[in-house]
């Protein structure tokens, strides 16, 4: 049966103009980085349930992490956050990466789990805090050194929750000046990802509070800012895509953190809350791919596609595993667009085909041609299912409960 | 200066046909419970602050209290939860409230904090859990009998993450049968306040999750059931007051949970993100106080006022000080509606000036009005400051940190 | 390529233990009623764009419904608008209906563009308004009687722009003393849906604006009145489906104004914002099918499925036909769910299974499907490229600009 | 009682540290252009109810707002709109105003309500339609220097409703290329006042969707183009105050449009919705113009205040003139703002006392203030009685129903 629906596929999408030898080339182009943190315990402000076999240290992250890519070739690298996962010695940390077959990913600096930053930390009033943030974001620079990572990534929960609380301006400047003095210590081929979000956890203003303050921000400090977006840092309504469109526009979209929402920031399994909709980002990079400026096609070519969630009631690898598959049917879907017939029904005016050309794709069954490009690739076709049957699972419960957590 | 603004403020109110000495007799009549949680440690799911001289046990929560409610006049009871606030003994607890100069509130069962409500208490697919859940709420029945206490708010955080991961009609049939079995053990005179929220920590659906499905419930279950409002429980846009007018209007209106929200459930100070909201939610309630139909009179005369806040980064004790004060002032100003006047300009389709008979009153400053009625009471003229001028705040810094929590 | 897509689908799908006739058994039941208003113009606030060849007569949208049904065997019914389709003889309007295949479907009463009703219709605190507006709605159940219509659709624009403006409490029992007055004069057979929306044309109360309101007023009203959810009437953020599961199960489920919306009440074609919430509406409807309360099924069995939408940009029967088809789509895919599945994962509490099981049936493309189940029906395998490549859009283009418009 | 008021006032004031005479200079400062087509009719796209008495053509518009401006001393220019408030002869227009006390204000061109721009104007796939939108552009241009106006005011409707119907980056472009060309023809002491709305018209994308977009095209264009904030143009939770103290911080805020929202751009009477916002926006504003940095505190001093609102229940004249007296309320209660107190609570990290010290201005009653300016200034003390009690609104009864309307 597989055989025959991935040459019925193929046929059909050959009669779309939809060559399938470059959609996998495409496809084998994706890599989606999962986050340290994603295989710990985490929770809501209500509870966090711990699970049995959560890793302990950033060692049996990664080990957990490997399953993942393992199985899906997708996820070759691994964010990590400091302090969580501060180590010792980061190069046998990376040698550990390495001998599963990862790397470690982007540095996430954290300023919001220590009294000192309540108030604020590179936006505080207290000079001694900033600089407290400040060489917290120098030692990450540093780490990354170490590390061989390219990206540091950086969100901030800095706010307040009452007008008057703080000095909007001030902070303003006290966040540019923090960020200005670690810009110049980044290593030439390093990126600084400026994250935004609209609330949480401050409730009256949040210093980065939409993309605009990122990338105006990142516009500042140089060529090597750029943006990143959370698919959950938004208010209702955003239309995420035409950000994502706009920041490649600008050459400014850095990278993802891709989790699900439907409310506030969820931070739920990737695709499963509106799936269209990171279908549609897909379409707006896909889009932009093709473009004859060469800085457009490189600023596509280094979005860095992270996983940021923080699901709290699955099982952690296999979330993990859902998650990369999820942005992998998605961007696979979206390779299936005729952009060449979206653009002929937009310019004659037609909107009724030029909605039909993107949405059609969308409601193809790629199934078969993630089966087919698994096989060629020599990778577990299917991989939630390879992974259950493994015995990981409950070998790590020798962890017990308690692991690592934030 | 005091004198002459009250006696200024009188002569304009007179001249409104406001009488002060009636509006006094309302102000009197407001009681606004605070509760227990409210003066432990909270904060969001990034970070708990802890603070110096948070209470250690139920027993220290009541001496907080008592001082809000010595400088206010405001806050005669308190709300526990349990089992936050467990006792051996609660004639114990009880009569330390009461030497106090407060009384044992609302009782709040606590279903969200166990390993095995992860995917539902009462809603739970797994009836020995739904049994768990039920005693507890009958424990709760228990405990209300013996502190005296009218009223059980009832908040659940059952709901799921995604679709398929319960189902939603029997998870309905599992509450109202658990809420059936609790409804049978409640006294002739207790209530069971039923709270509603959109969302969080349920992502997807809530089984709770609006008004109607609380007021339908508590259709179903009796009289003794009613709807408890929560103002940072709605999605954005909602108009609390017309829920509040509609819900007395069916005499199902328990009472509120008070707080502050400009994005989800914030859970800031009462009345510092949109004093106006609150201010008409107050005019609501004024405006059916004065319904000839004595049901409906009955029901406004018995809503219980309750805050309910989760400030994380303020100082506990002034923190509800200063809630308690603005549900103060915003129902002051709303004592000073002229309805007469509202609804003549309402029934001659005179929309300008129908609304600027309520804001009118919103714009009146009640200061000199809550100073006399303070003097006259022998309250603090200045609850906030005289609280600060006191030693109570650095006394009760030897509790050290690490206090009571959730 | 059709009959082996469709041969390995239904392999697919058997494999999985779905049967793919008892799925086509229930395609043939979906009807889905199209509003003789979305064939004419109409518009946003800001413009309204006229398109040559709208319908000038109430005859003539007759005709370009039955283009739609004779190329889908969809929508068999049009609802009609009074004052915007009243006739000398209903009579007449029935005939020439039947004639093309189709029948007359709900009475929507218009009780928002008279001047008397700037204030309110129902609701205005002037009796003879509220006398005329009632008045109306006996005008529309006579309507009904003439023309065999079981239901009576009941949108209200209701509501005020500030408060104080209107007596929200009064205002409810005038809404509840006229709708009592027109229930009243329901044939045994007909049905009052009642319609609620969050805001628009009111902007700071809507007198019916929620479901809440609304079952609770049919609840009141009696058994012939339910509810009627019109997908574009909710707060942002609101699940749908889960109010869409509680009134089936409550049984006052009356029926559906599908659209689509990103922002507000959008009125955009059904489908094309969010695919898979109207694949999770259906999910929930076909949960509630086999329930084995014979109410529940009576109800689900009685959903009047419609279409509301207010397409301004498009060609008017493209549009109209691209929504049944949409509808059509998410319906089949629904009908892929394999609800055993669900179940047994959620009550294993397995939400990563029980959430795939849901989400994968939506993942297939229904095409091969659809396409068979036309031929079987002897309908057009292609009705979008077929009505294109009709002459009937340049025909109609005679009757010019300025046809019918609300 | 008024002299005894504003001396008590006077007293609180001073002991405050507030000065009043300051106040009442600043107070003076304050100028608040009404729209010319907020004198007409206007309506939701439900209906738009024709009041009686609304002016027939551009020169009664003027004279509608000459009352405003008479009475309050607070409207001294009216914008208008091209072609709504074409003219011959823009000389003989602006003498008419003049000779009225009044100054032709912005010039606001109207891209949306012509066939032609139903896919998009400026960012219109068909490059005559673009040349056709950019002309109307430079039109508006020539208008303004006839007229003398320093501010056009850009909104544009454009965007998409659904996924393909518009290249996004393409339509960012041509956004660009036209304003361009409209920027260098714009005189030496003009403005372009660029306007981002979230949606509506359009509802999927709009091209100007936020502050960011309308920033960096400003940035883009050169010094004379600024960002105008409309306070309806936002998503729900939006933080406005923030933005505006943003802009001011980075030199780009132009000007606001004022108006009162609950849901989306509800547009109805400023101030009437939530007070405390308008008030906040006043405070961040008044906060940045004592900056030490001049450019800022130019910034300030040029910002253009102006109303845009679309009520359609309400009484022309009166509804505007209850705008500008909302707008001069919470202006001067942020001017009682005592932003040292503010400060050194901030810099303390006292919360609590940093935002009473923002709310507790705001509770003050302006009333006696505002009375005691008035008559200082030979104003009307009770401008909306001496408009209501004058013949005004009746004389113009004679114009009849159906006059200008959008």
Redesign the interface.
């Known amino acids: 049966?597989t055989d025959?629906?991935y040459s019925?596929f193929e046929?059909?999408q050959g009669a779309r103009g939809i060559n399938l030898n470059e959609v996998k080339a495409k496809l084998k182009g994706l890599s989606i980085e999962t986050p340290s943190w994603g295989y710990g315990d985490?929770?809501?402000?209500?509870?966090v349930?711990?699970k049995e076999g959560v890793p302990r240290n950033p060692f049996e992250k990664f080990e957990d992490a490997a399953q993942v890519h393992k199985l899906t070739g997708l996820a070759p690298s691994v964010a990590i956050h400091i302090p969580w996962d501060k180590v010792e010695d980061y190069g046998k940390l990376k040698s550990h990466a390495e001998s599963l077959g990862l790397a470690i990913g982007a540095i996430n600096p954290n300023l919001?789990?220590e009294?000192d930053y309540?108030?604020g930390s590179v936006t505080n009033?207290?000079a001694a805090i900033r600089r407290k943030a400040t060489d917290h974001l120098l030692e990450c620079v540093d780490i990354a050194k170490e590390t061989g990572s390219r990206d540091i990534s950086l969100w901030f929960?800095d706010g307040t929750?009452?007008?008057?609380?703080?000095?909007?301006?001030k902070r303003?400047?006290w966040m540019q000046e923090s960020l200005g003095e670690m810009y110049k210590a980044l290593a030439p081929n390093m990126r600084m990802l400026i994250e935004y979000k609209?609330?949480?956890?401050a409730?009256?203003?949040t210093d980065l509070?939409?993309?605009?303050?990122a990338?105006?921000l990142a516009q500042k400090l140089g060529p090597q800012a750029e943006v990143l977006v959370d698919t959950g840092h938004h208010?209702?309504?955003?239309?995420i895509?035409?950000i994502v469109?706009?920041l490649?526009?600008?050459k400014r979209l850095g990278g993802f953190h891709f989790n699900s929402?439907?409310?506030?920031d969820?931070d739920?399994?990737v695709g499963?809350?509106?799936?269209?909709?990171l279908f549609?980002i897909f379409?707006?990079i896909l889009?932009?791919a093709s473009?004859r400026d060469e800085a457009i096609q490189s600023c596509v070519n280094n979005i860095a596609y992270m996983i940021d969630q923080?699901?709290n009631?699955?099982?952690k690898i296999?979330?993990m595993l859902?998650s990369v598959l999820n942005v992998q049917?998605q961007f696979a879907k979206a390779l299936l667009v005729n952009h060449e017939e979206?653009?002929a029904?937009?310019?004659r005016?037609d909107?009724?085909a030029?909605?039909?050309?993107?949405?059609s794709a969308?409601?193809?069954?790629?199934?078969p041609l993630l089966r087919s490009y698994r096989e060629e690739q020599g990778l577990s076709v299917d991989p939630?299912g390879d992974y259950l049957a493994s015995s990981y699972g409950k070998d790590i419960a020798v962890r017990g409960k308690g692991g690592a957590s934030w």
Chains 1, 2, 3, 4 share one sequence.
């Open positions: 049966m025959r629906a019925l046929e059909q985490s929770g809501t402000r209500f509870k349930f711990q919001f789990q009294d309540m108030l009033a207290d929960a929750n009452y007008p008057g609380q703080g000095n909007i301006r303003k400047a609209c609330f949480e956890p409730f009256y203003h509070a939409d993309w605009g303050m990338y105006n208010l209702q309504g955003a239309n895509e035409h469109a706009y490649i526009d600008e929402r439907k409310y506030a969820d739920l399994i499963t809350v509106n799936p269209y909709e549609l379409y707006q889009s932009a473009d923080s699901h009631i699955e099982a296999p979330a859902r049917t979206v653009e029904a937009a310019n005016g909107v009724l030029a909605e039909h050309a993107v949405r969308f409601e193809f069954d790629v199934a939630m």
